[in-house]
């Protein structure tokens, strides 16, 4: 048959097939042989699934997401680039059919995901931290599936909190609380559950101001310096801790700049900050000069938008913050520093405004640097001021101050 016989020489399909769903690949390539289509429509289809799987590689998607709304998306994306042929869409819907069902709790995180993406308004960034404290619950109280929702009591929801209060840091305890108040309001009023379970959730006690923020001493400030310039990732990651390190940005701020953020007139880029605030920032002439150093020869080419991709195919941008994180802990493993209570992304970030707290720089000036919105949350950096402090300490009996 002409299809099998396309099939058996396409560099395409033997591309998709050696991917990472491979064996979807197959049995959706199994239906083209069914349907009898012929040898263009078939590498229309295959290249369509193809656009699709790179798409979502550089999104937030995984295959439990894909659904007739991400498919429209998606054309949408594609129609932006290129024509749109009327069997695309028949294509994607046939790629639906061959996934796997849902499991009944993969059915469950996905209905708690477009309720807070339609009724909560939440960002995807904020929708994920929710996900992994839901199917640990799920999974020790709610085992049965979304038939056994109804049957979760009040006992049921104290006992879960008592086991795993002390697991984690005060911190992240709240969060564990915060992520069950939402899907427990969401579970009564969806009418899943009649009782009002979210009230029966205690706060957990976190005391304000209560620690001292982590930063990098002036000596071993030279995290930057462990970045090989020579090598191509060497000067993506380099560009990368310049803007950490100077510009203060957080890691999903970084991650999520595109080519289009950047006016190079004006040198001012546009941060996606928290909140879905939009901050314009400035572009220090040495973070220019390192970004334009990695886009003339360390990015790779890639139709995609974001200023730092990756470097290993495909070429697209990271999914989270959390790669910048790790890029960040890799930099300071590379030049030995160690003692610093958290490694990652933010420890620059709190480096910065205790180097400018030092510099004679004011509250308000450092605040408006970070884009805090609170004033309180700027003031915990006077708590590194070590010397200003002792100005303000009472005489210890005896003397001593």
Same mark, same amino acid.
């Given at each position: ?42 590498? +229309?289809? =295959? %290249? ?10 550089? /999104? #937030?998607? !995984? @295959?439990?997401? *894909? ?122 009023? +969806?009418? =899943? %559950? ?10 957990? /006690? #976190?005391? !304000? @101001?209560?620690? *001292? ?189």
């Amino acid at each position: 048959m002409e299809v099998e016989e396309y099939l058996g020489r396409s560099r395409l399909y033997r591309r998709l097939r050696s991917g990472p769903h491979g064996q979807l690949v197959e049995r959706y390539a199994a239906r083209l042989v069914e349907g009898r289509l012929v040898r263009h429509g078939a590498w +229309r289809c =295959l %290249n369509v699934v193809g656009g699709l799987l790179s798409w979502i590689a550089g /999104r #937030r998607y !995984k @295959l439990v997401d *894909l659904d007739e709304q991400v498919v429209e998306r998606y054309l949408r994306h594609r129609g932006r680039r290129q024509s749109i042929q009327p069997g695309d869409r028949a294509a994607l819907k046939r790629w639906l059919l061959v996934l796997p069902p849902l499991t009944p709790h993969e059915r469950i995180f996905k209905e708690f995901d477009a309720y807070l993406r339609s009724e909560r308004g939440l960002a995807p960034r904020s929708i994920v931290r929710h996900l992994p404290v839901i199917r640990r619950f799920l999974h020790e109280v709610c085992s049965g599936g979304a038939a056994a929702l109804c049957k979760i009591n009040q006992e049921d929801v104290i006992r879960y909190i008592e086991r795993h209060a002390k697991d984690w840091s005060p911190g992240t305890g709240k969060a564990m609380c915060w992520s069950l108040r939402a899907f427990l309001r969401y579970l009564h009023h +969806r009418g =899943l %559950n009649a009782r009002p379970l979210a009230d029966c959730v205690p706060s957990m /006690r #976190r005391w !304000k @101001l209560a620690t *001292l923020p982590t930063y990098l001493p002036a000596a071993q400030g030279k995290a930057l310096d462990g970045c090989d310039r020579e090598m191509v990732m060497g000067r993506r990651d380099y560009a990368i801790l310049l803007l950490l390190a100077k510009l203060g940005l957080r890691a999903n701020e970084v991650a999520t700049l595109t080519l289009d953020d950047i006016d190079w007139r004006a040198s001012e880029m546009l941060v996606c900050a928290k909140g879905r605030q939009r901050a314009r920032m400035p572009i220090p002439p040495d973070v220019g000069a390192t970004i334009v150093a990695y886009l003339r020869s360390g990015r790779p080419k890639s139709s995609c938008r974001r200023l730092f991709v990756r470097t290993l195919a495909p070429h697209v941008g990271f999914a989270s913050g959390c790669a910048i994180t790790m890029i960040a802990k890799a930099a300071l493993d590379r030049v030995g520093i160690e003692g610093c209570a958290h490694r990652g992304a933010h420890i620059f970030r709190h480096s910065l405004a205790t180097e400018l707290l030092r510099s004679g720089a004011t509250l308000s000036e450092i605040g408006q640097l970070l884009r805090h919105e609170n004033h309180g949350t700027t003031r915990i950096y006077t708590k590194v001021d070590i010397d200003a402090l002792r100005t303000l300490s009472l005489p210890w009996p005896g003397g001593v101050q």
